[in-house]
């Protein structure tokens, strides 16, 4: 294996209009053949680890507020909304995907008196607290095992971004919205035993949700990601 390496940097330096066609074959030698990992080191080197690029970016100037909408209370608790929230908008603020963000608890006491058979507009909710822009995530699902068995906290949840000075959402084209399911990171056989191990855990598992809802808006490694399936 290494003299072959050697090799082929000896005939890069003598021929080299061929140093590109020579430099992909040695870099793709290893996915063709599965070769030596070595070369796939050097693979991982030049081109970096596998990444998910965003689904939607967000104009990061633009004031902007993050909220969680549970209606059919999937969550075992309200203050879950906010932990997920927080949690998203801190995560955004660190990546730079965003640099003007409303807190969200400004929204969230904005809806504290709505009536449920009346519910705020989402244009309306982003206006009443200066927002130019809402990050608007509806709660699917809270389940706190994927086999059955072990404990791993998973948190579905429907994403939408509205623009308020259009007056419309701006993505997706979906109606329902864009799925986001926040994968669990719990230690492995994991069980809480008391009332204090499950509030911290869906305490994390809220945060985690958060990353993975901020996600969507900016690229980020694979290894690093909260959503499932990506």
């Not at 519910?119 to 095992?145: C, G, H, K």
């Not at 072990?150 to 959402?169: E, F, Q």
């Amino acid at each position: 294996m290494k003299s072959r390496i050697l090799s082929t940097s000896r005939l890069a330096r003598s021929r080299r209009p061929a140093i590109g066609a020579l430099a992909a074959l040695v870099l793709a030698g290893p996915l063709l053949s599965g070769g030596c990992n070595i070369v796939g080191a050097g693979f991982l080197l030049v081109h970096g680890p596998p990444r998910i690029e965003a689904r939607h970016e967000l104009q990061k100037e633009r004031p902007t507020v993050v909220f969680i909408d549970d209606r059919s209370n999937q969550l075992p608790t309200r203050s879950l909304r906010d932990v997920i929230a927080r949690s998203a908008q801190e995560t955004l603020l660190a990546q730079k995907a965003l640099t003007n963000v409303i807190d969200c608890k400004a929204a969230f006491s904005v809806v504290a008196s709505e009536k449920s058979s009346e519910p705020l507009d989402m244009v309306a909710l982003a206006r009443a607290v200066n927002a130019e822009v809402l990050v608007y995530a509806s709660i699917d699902s809270f389940t706190l095992s994927q086999d059955g068995g072990s404990v791993s906290p998973s948190i579905a949840m429907r994403v939408k971004v509205i623009d308020a000075t259009l007056g419309k959402r701006v993505w997706p084209e979906e109606k329902p919205g864009s799925s986001v399911v926040s994968t669990g990171r719990t230690g492995q056989g994991f069980k809480p035993t008391s009332q204090t191990d499950m509030a911290k855990m869906e305490q994390e598992a809220g945060k985690q949700a958060g990353v993975a809802l901020a996600q969507v808006f900016f690229g980020h490694e694979r290894d690093s990601s909260n959503l499932r399936g990506e």
